[in-house]
């Protein structure tokens, strides 16, 4: 089966990606949106932050995927499942996979490959970059027979309001690599009304996200072992994405990348430091910057949660926690929410 990508436009209601990306840089300190990281390159040099070995979440949440995700599939028993950010989708496969197989098991027909064809099964991944959102639909749909892949083009929010304006069957969304985290909490309560307003009643919401463990640990995880620089080229990226959008002069030269752990808000904070005195111009936005020496430029919050934190804020959307599996260590966990009545 072919995939198909659908460019989904921001409904009126949405704030206009410029107007974010100029709201978020007049903010103290500055800060860009998560998704202005991910262009192709972006999308690239986060792989290889997956790959870093100090770098637990990728590996941790694809082991707990591995073993649970029969269990996972069969919970959420939905024919649509929709993902929030999906990037290359490596670990969503195993979901998948389960999903199908339990699809064939449960309609029986003459063969098993004619039986996946008939009855398919859809996979809607939302993403901002597109290049990773081809690449990874066409590989899914090379392997796994039977899967329908219609990639949505977009932010988060426009995925989900096509999905509301194209309704099918049973839906679920998966929102894994611990993206919820990636965000501050008013933006993570718009959001979750957001998918509260397209799952309808009994339908599943899983979340993965990482666990608090302490400054060490997490100033360990989020920065560069010696000799790497994927996390450094990956906060850089911003910049370089601020130049090529909006023509702005930012010397790459002229920042430090590096991450510090809030404890106050349990956040992990990506940040650039400015390492001499500037006035950078971003001509598409029409405005300047004035960033002294030493100031700071946010590029991505990781938000830590503990469960009752987690299934507290969740649950104030119509949300009730269904199930959840941790690690062994309790560092990493996949929640699996079920929407009911408000
Ligand atoms: C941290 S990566 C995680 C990728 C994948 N889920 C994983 O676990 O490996 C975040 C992904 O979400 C996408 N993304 C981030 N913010 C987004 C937004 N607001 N709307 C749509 N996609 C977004 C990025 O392009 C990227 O592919």
Redesign the pocket.
Known sequence: MRARIIPVADSGDTVPEDTVVRDLLRETPPRL???LG?DETG?RL?ERI?ELPIYHL?RV?RRLLERHSPEIAKLLACERLAE?????A??TRLLLESHLRLHLRRRPGPTAAATATATATAYLP????RS?LETSAAALCADLDGLEVTGLW???EA?LEWLRTHPGGPLAVAF??S?FG?ATRAERDALLGEIARTLGRGEGLLLSADLDKGREALETCYNDPPGHSAFADFRLNYLTRLNDRYGADFALDDFVPDAVYNAETSTVEGRLRALTDQEVSVPGLGITLGLPRGALLNVGYSVKFDEQRLAREVGAHGFALRSRWLDEEARYGLFLFRRHED
């Open positions: 949106p998560p998704w991910y999308s986060f997956t990728t949440e929030l950010g999906s990037g290359s490596k670990k939302i993403d901002v970059d990773m977009g932010r988060y995925g894994l690599g993206g990636n």
